[in-house]
């Protein structure tokens, strides 16, 4: 099955573009944080042992979802304190769920 990424492009303090996908959107204490991890752009497990393709634990990030706009948001980096928290959070499923809560 073909899914579609979402990929966010940001830009280092040297200019060099990094692409990050969400892998997941969630809620703490009434604010939304994204978890995302770097994109390898060519597609290459970047293994020097195997040379194979396959899937490597990638170091992901957490990020406040702020809302810019009607339409757009900006990914906010956290303080460390809270990024801890909030890597334990979603390691443990813990996080709120206010996204379903509001549909209904």
Known sequence: MDEELDLVVFEDDEGNE???EVLDYFFYEGKEYALLAEVDED?????????????HQRDA??????????????FVPVAEELADKLVEIVQNGLFEDEEDDAEE
């Open 43 to 55: 597609g290459e497990c970047g293994c020097d042992e195997c040379g194979e393709d396959h899937d």
């Open 18 to 20: 990094i692409t990050m």
């Open 61 to 74: 990030y957490i990020m406040e979802v702020v809302a810019v706009g009607d339409d757009e948001e900006e």
